[in-house]
């Protein structure tokens, strides 16, 4: 039990001793101010006890002084000598719960004293007959007092020297922690560095155009880059130690990361995705959208992994709120579900619902457990509901301050028109499908305030387009195929006829169907409903082009040839004037003698780290008069690292290997800042 928790039995314990003393007076017909006195010491008892000003120590003293006076006064009367034993023991074996000797020690002393009295006939008693009987029933009453004296005693020793090896115990775990955590950078380091290169190299035989082999090669190589993460990331979560890495990001994004990741999945093309996003959501909030995106991985590798056919139904929402937003993400699929019971193991830790499955289809079973700890992490929640054989739902709702309150998808003014939506029913072998489909186009339809009206046969399209203003027909590619003519010689109207279809699906010649690659999703399909025929990037949601920096000169710092290959590739691809170095001396000879723009610094190199470089190089900068971004480029990349890096003194941070968006934004930032002369919220 706690500090608090023994407060209260002492409290307790002392109340009922003097409620029962106060009776024992009166029935005895004893002083007759004493019970005032009793009461208001009990009064002052609980107000110590309920003021927080007073240490914990000082409150102690205060409710042993009130029982040994209590049990003075007792023990003092000429009826109580056959009582004594019997209070101080009990007194005994309340107070051993605060574990302090001195009490104990106290308690027996106070013991003997209250028996000397008695032996000693003090003026005004009656004296004592010690006859046998009476002599037998001291030395009773002492040997049971000396009893419960050594048993409290052994036991409050006990306890101090559990509470000695606990915290012995506790500067072990946490000295064992500090190991871990220097273990998981050097082989975050040691995995991410030869991970950098597959990928990089990888990146760079596919633009030669070498073939498939160099494809597979970069899929392993990312997959292995997560897993590195979910070690990383599961550690954390079990440890409680994860950081945040907040800022400003584009909501669409969160969608986008979905899409692009289905569409390179192995099953993309046995799976339907069917993606909500509600046009509602504020265009710009405030959170680690790393992170996030890592719960949207998870969840949706988890989806993919347990479902055999049918599909998996996205939606992302939010409520507002005074602080901002409650951001929601659902991920639905029509996979083998789960058991309660295995739904209580996730949030415990590691879960596989099939150890033998899961070894031939992907996954180290540690992806929800992960989604619980970031979610936690930031406010937020997590709730599962599944039924064996019936499909899971994973609800994480988490709170995001909003940056920009606009919506993020929204319709031109001059849209003027109904909209159609012909998907035939019965061809889905998974009913749940047709349902996932009838939502997500209503809920859109109902957020962007467009008339949408469902017609399952081209019959219904006719009817449709006679008594209604159609200025949009949307359907899947086998409703297409099936009655292509009707909807090509539609599409030579003023209908806009789009089609969602499988990639390498090809329309014909002078076709003016409008073609949207899966999953439908809200962005193209409001591209569409705004910009008509015309309507291009329908692939995804885009973020802004490409930036150039072209002229940027730029020194890569790395110990690892491959690595200053990959780097240097890269960076070449943005117009950068490109020079190496190997080592953080190299580095510093080399900042002497030219002029750089830009210096990406690895981390751990032998003789001199990337830290002490970027110390001497900013020394130098001082005295030169330079003055050079120096970004933390390196495989050093467990939680907490990137506040490090800014920490010790460096202007932004990315990690191997490599994200290209994490380049692009961290190396605008610190060019600005150096061309405005301003400090700004590092990166």
């Excluded at 739904?343 to 289809?361: C, D, F, L, P, V």
Aim: hydrophobic share 40%; aromatic share 10%; with cysteine.
């Amino acid at each position: 039990m706690n500090q608090r928790d023994n407060e209260k039995i002492i409290l307790f314990l002392s109340s009922l001793s003097a409620v029962g003393l106060i009776l024992e007076n009166f029935l005895m017909k004893w002083e007759f101010w004493v019970p005032p006195v009793v009461i208001a010491g009990t009064i002052v008892l609980w107000v110590v006890s309920l003021s927080d000003r007073i240490e914990p120590e000082i409150r102690k003293i205060f409710y042993f002084a009130f029982v040994v006076l209590l049990v003075f006064y007792h023990g003092i009367h000429k009826t109580s000598l056959f009582d004594i034993g019997m209070t101080v023991g009990l007194v005994m074996v309340g107070y051993s719960v605060l574990n302090s000797v001195y009490m104990i020690q106290t308690l027996l002393i106070e013991f003997f004293v209250l028996l000397f009295i008695h032996f000693i006939n003090l003026p005004g008693g009656e004296k004592i007959v010690y006859d046998k009987l009476t002599v037998s029933r001291i030395l009773l009453h002492i040997v049971i007092v000396l009893f419960i004296y050594y048993i409290t005693l052994r036991t409050i020793n006990d306890r101090i020297d559990d509470a000695e090896e606990n915290r012995r115990r506790e500067k072990i775990i946490e000295s064992n922690d500090q190991n871990m955590e220097d273990f998981l950078s050097n082989i975050s380091h040691e995995l991410r560095t030869p991970v950098n290169v597959v990928n990089g190299m990888s990146d760079l035989l596919m633009k030669k155009g070498v073939g498939t082999e160099a494809f597979n090669i970069r899929n392993a190589g990312m997959r292995l880059a997560y897993q590195i993460e979910d070690i990383q990331d599961y550690t954390e979560c079990r440890r409680n130690r994860i950081f945040l890495e907040e800022e400003n990001y584009m909501s669409t994004s969160l969608i986008n990361d979905v899409v692009t990741s289905f569409r390179t999945s192995d099953r993309a093309s046995e799976l339907e995705l069917v993606v909500d996003l509600d046009p509602k959501v504020p265009a710009m909030m405030y959170g680690d959208i790393k992170k996030l995106h890592k719960i949207f991985r998870h969840l949706l590798e988890n989806a993919i992994k347990f479902t055999r056919q049918g599909g998996i139904f996205v939606r992302l929402y939010a409520e507002t709120l005074d602080y901002g937003v409650n951001l929601t993400i659902e991920m639905t699929d029509t996979g083998i579900g789960m058991e309660k019971n295995a739904i209580h193991m996730i949030t415990e830790g590691m879960y596989q619902a099939n150890k033998k499955r899961n070894r031939s289809s992907g996954g180290i079973g540690l992806g929800l457990f992960i989604v619980y700890g970031f979610a936690h992490r930031m406010g937020g929640f997590v709730k599962i509901e599944s039924e064996k054989k019936n499909g899971t739902t994973v609800r994480v709702t988490i709170p995001q301050k909003v940056v920009d309150d606009k919506p993020c998808l929204a319709l031109e003014d001059s849209f003027d028109g109904a909209v159609l939506f012909h998907v035939r029913p019965d061809k889905y072998k998974v009913p749940k499908l047709r349902d996932f489909y009838r939502t997500m186009a209503s809920n859109l339809a109902r957020g962007i305030h467009v008339p949408l009206y469902a017609a399952e046969t081209v019959y219904e399209v006719e009817r449709l387009k006679e008594k209604l203003n159609v200025s949009h027909v949307f359907m899947g590619q086998e409703e297409y195929e099936e009655n292509r003519g009707y909807f090509e010689e539609l599409a030579k109207e003023d209908i806009v006829v789009a089609v969602s279809a499988e990639a390498g699906f090809a329309l014909p010649e002078n076709s003016r169907v409008v073609l949207m690659p899966k999953p439908l999703y809200a962005y193209p399909a409001i591209k569409i409903l705004n910009d008509g025929r015309s309507a291009d990037d329908l692939e995804g949601i885009e973020n802004g082009e490409k930036p150039e920096f072209t002229g940027v000169r730029t020194l890569v710092v790395d110990d690892e040839p491959m690595n200053l290959v990959v780097a240097s590739s890269l960076f070449r691809e943005y117009g950068m004037l490109i020079e190496t170095a190997g080592s953080g001396r190299e580095a510093i000879r080399k900042f002497h003698e030219n002029e750089y723009d830009l210096i990406f610094m690895d981390h751990m190199m032998p003789e001199m780290d990337g830290v002490e470089a970027m110390r001497q190089i900013r020394a130098a900068a001082k005295d030169l008069g330079k003055k050079t971004g120096i970004i933390a480029l390196t495989a050093n990349a467990v939680s907490g690292a990137r506040e490090m890096f800014i920490n010790e003194g460096f202007d932004g941070f990315i990690a191997k290997p490599i994200d290209t968006k994490d380049f692009e934004r961290v190396v605008q930032r610190v060019l600005s800042e150096k061309t405005s002369g301003n400090g700004g919220e590092k990166i």
